[in-house]
């Protein structure tokens, strides 16, 4: 890597987890550019469109909060304050309400989009020292299933492969993720990996024929929910017909009988017409996955976001363990993170039931290893309430004050009624955000105006384990200030010890140093390695370590035993909330190419819009014709939830029976009521307590 021009900066892009490199041109008025780092080895220099339009989300600085803003009643409106003021505030509401009513009274809501050293922070701040370990991540919408299924199959939550692997491959199944779209630079490398072999394999398993169902080999059609029944039936199908590595199985996993027994449940005649696919179909993912001699399999939201995501992947971690598809180049299960540091935030142990470095919130002498480390008598071993419950802890009078840092939770999180309704009920509500578009300032009681990409030096981890630096290039608009200064001055009024980093360099070091000697060990880097040297797939655990893109090439997993692990999913369909007469549509939202989460960046940019400028309903022809639904047409999707104002796309993409809405508006970004998360329930998966957006019963009428 060539060093930066004092005009030219080296940087990695903030949307997705692929995180891909970007170089940033500042010329002598100030002006920004943005193009694809050549250099860098995620992306090659290529970008994507929203990675190419960054410099305009930068340069509009019109939705910029620029001071802080408070309110001393709920009746009144906000007024502009002092940073002192504000931090006074604040510090007298978190002291007096954990005097009255506990620490646990108390909770942070962080996000994927924090770079490590403002997670790292947060969460010593509230886990070290306010003694609450109530403090989640959005990335608990994303990630969360992904990680406790690497954990109990794997031993710990650790992406195998990396990036370089997808030119090695020559099967991929992709699983519940639309890369074309939401990962569109990792989906380039598959494509240009696959013009230049032809010969390569690429299954889709989706209910909706996305662009990357489209220029797949093979298009799994499935009803949405039935994602484990097929997983045992290519295991099953892969097991009758001997492409299964015994040899791997019997030395290096156990759970083997108890797993093929979970998956002899059904004759794959059975299992293909409750998936809604063809035999034909079925047999022939089998025989590509059975007889592909490097498989990688993707995945993002349509495995994690449900109430049965963790069993969605281990039954598909089982496939790639009978086939021994892992530990090797080129080979492996590869969950893609939706947001730029979802990964980094886990490695700060920056969720309600973690600690740092992975460490376990349950194990007490993880516990003691970072009470000591902080200079803190003890970490609380009560887990803190998960991005759900903190609604549910809202609603109840049990969580009085939230502060809520750098995410949108008004349109991101399910039952998008009920938490607003929670919201505005808490006692004290804090938004630190960039955007005056973030619809959650509504509830807010203070405002606190953060730095943004660029205006702010960090680190990030993309899906691969990349760590990068992400330097500071521009200042910060009026008095908006870096979340690490924020959560420092805030610390510092509550008089805690233990925050007196004079540089962001200084924090990286401290959470560097607490990783030493776990799985996830970077006490070999720094800033300034990050700086020169480029970036690093963790572990680094010495200043000379180059880094490491593969794990468990030594086929030694990180369970007790070292070997892998099998399980059986003996219930293996989805029965939370199924198709009713009132309610007979299943309901699945997702992203789409040109927005980012709730569009307070990606929303101001002209360029991005003309993509898709409105919200819409996509539903297959025979459900339109039976409510008579035109395209274009102006409709209503309804539940017990909630409700949704659209208008219709007429497709035969999506199944039959399916319909589909993005994401990505909120009630302050569009004039319709257009929030698909009025319709999705606050229903999670048991262990990970992630929520169920992909599916929910509905109706839809024409208006
Ligand atoms: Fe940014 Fe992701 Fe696009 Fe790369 S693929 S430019 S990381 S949004």
Request: some cysteine; hydrophobic content about 40%; proline content about 5%.
């Amino acid at each position: 890597m060539t060093p930066s021009t004092p005009h030219q900066f080296k940087s990695t892009c903030s949307y997705c987890g692929v995180g891909c490199g970007i170089v940033v041109n500042k010329d002598h008025q100030g002006r920004l550019s943005v193009e694809g780092n050549e250099d860098y080895p995620v992306n090659r220099g290529m970008l994507c469109s929203k990675g190419m339009n960054l410099h305009h989300v930068v340069a509009d600085q019109t939705d910029r909060l620029l001071h802080p803003m408070m309110r001393w009643h709920k009746a009144m409106p906000r007024q502009r304050v002092r940073w002192d003021q504000a931090i006074d505030r604040m510090a007298a509401v978190f002291k007096s309400t954990i005097a009255k009513h506990g620490p646990d009274s108390v909770g942070f809501y962080v996000s994927g989009q924090c770079t490590t050293e403002e997670y790292y922070l947060a969460n010593k701040l509230a886990k070290g020292f306010l003694k609450t370990n109530n403090l989640d991540t959005n990335s608990r919408l994303c990630m969360s299933s992904a990680v406790v299924g690497y954990k109990k199959a794997l031993g710990e939550d650790a992406v195998p492969i990396a990036y370089a692997d997808i030119e090695l491959a020559d099967t991929f199944l992709i699983t519940g993720a639309n890369p074309a779209w939401c990962h569109p630079i990792l989906f380039r490398r598959l494509e240009q990996h696959k013009a230049a072999q032809p010969e390569v394999k690429v299954i889709c398993v989706d209910p909706r024929r996305t662009q990357t169902a489209a220029q797949a080999d093979l298009h799994l059609q499935i009803i949405p929910g039935t994602d484990i029944i097929l997983h045992h039936a290519i295991a099953r199908g892969l097991i009758e017909q001997g492409w299964v590595d015994y040899d791997f199985v019997q030395n290096k996993t156990e759970g083997f009988a108890e797993a093929k027994g979970a998956a002899f449940k059904r004759s794959l005649r059975e299992a293909a017409q409750m998936c809604g696919i063809s035999m034909q179909d079925l047999t022939l993912a089998i025989r590509y996955i059975g007889q592909a001699k490097n498989l990688i399999s993707m995945w993002t939201m349509g495995l994690n976001q449900s109430s049965i995501g963790v069993d969605k992947n281990l039954s598909l971690l089982n496939i790639h363990l009978i086939t021994g598809q892992i530990g090797r180049a080129g080979a492996g299960p590869f969950s893609l993170t939706g947001q730029p540091n979802a990964m980094g935030g886990r490695e700060v142990g920056g969720m309600a039931n973690l600690l740092s470095a992975h460490r376990d919130l349950n194990n007490p002498a993880h516990r003691q290893e970072v009470a000591d480390f902080w200079g803190v008598e003890e970490v609380a071993a009560k887990p803190g309430f998960t991005a759900t419950e903190i609604i549910d802890a809202l609603q109840s009078g049990d969580l009085k004050v939230l502060w809520i840092i750098c995410t949108n939770p008004s349109v991101s999180l399910p039952d998008a009624i009920q938490a607003d309704l929670a919201m505005q009920k808490g006692t004290f509500v804090i938004v630190q955000d960039i955007s005056n578009r973030a619809d959650t300032i509504d509830w807010a009681d203070v405002v606190l105006p953060a730095a943004g990409w660029l205006e702010k030096e960090g680190t990030m981890t993309n899906s691969e384990r990349r760590i990068s630096y992400i330097p500071k290039v521009v200042d910060a608009p009026g008095e908006a200030l870096p979340d690490t200064e924020i959560l420092m001055r805030f610390a510092k009024k509550m008089g805690f010890h233990g925050f007196d980093f004079e540089t962001v360099a200084d924090i990286y070091d401290e959470h560097c140093a607490l990783t030493k000697g776990t799985n996830i060990d970077i006490s070999g880097l720094s800033h300034q390695r990050l700086k020169t040297e480029g970036s690093f797939q963790w572990p680094v655990p010495h200043p000379t370590h180059p880094g490491t893109p593969r794990l468990f090439e030594d086929q030694k997993f990180y369970t007790p035993s070292t070997k892998a692990q099998l399980f059986a999913i003996t219930e293996d369909q989805y029965v939370a909330e199924l198709p009713t007469e009132e309610y007979p549509l299943i309901l699945t939202t997702g992203r789409i190419r040109d927005q980012w989460h709730t569009m307070t960046r990606t929303g101001k940019v002209n360029k991005l819009q003309q993509h898709i400028p409105q919200p819409f309903l996509e539903i297959h022809p025979l459900d339109a014709n039976m409510k008579g639904i035109k395209e274009g047409m102006p409709v209503r999707v309804s539940n017990e939830r909630g409700t949704v104002e659209v208008c219709a796309k007429i497709t035969e993409d999506i199944r039959p029976g399916v319909v589909f809405l993005p994401m990505h508006w909120g009630k302050r970004i569009s004039h319709r009521k257009s929030r698909a998360n009025n319709l999705t329930a606050n229903r999670v998966d048991p262990v990970s307590k992630e929520p169920d957006f992909k599916y929910s019963h509905v109706q839809v009428e024409k208006i």
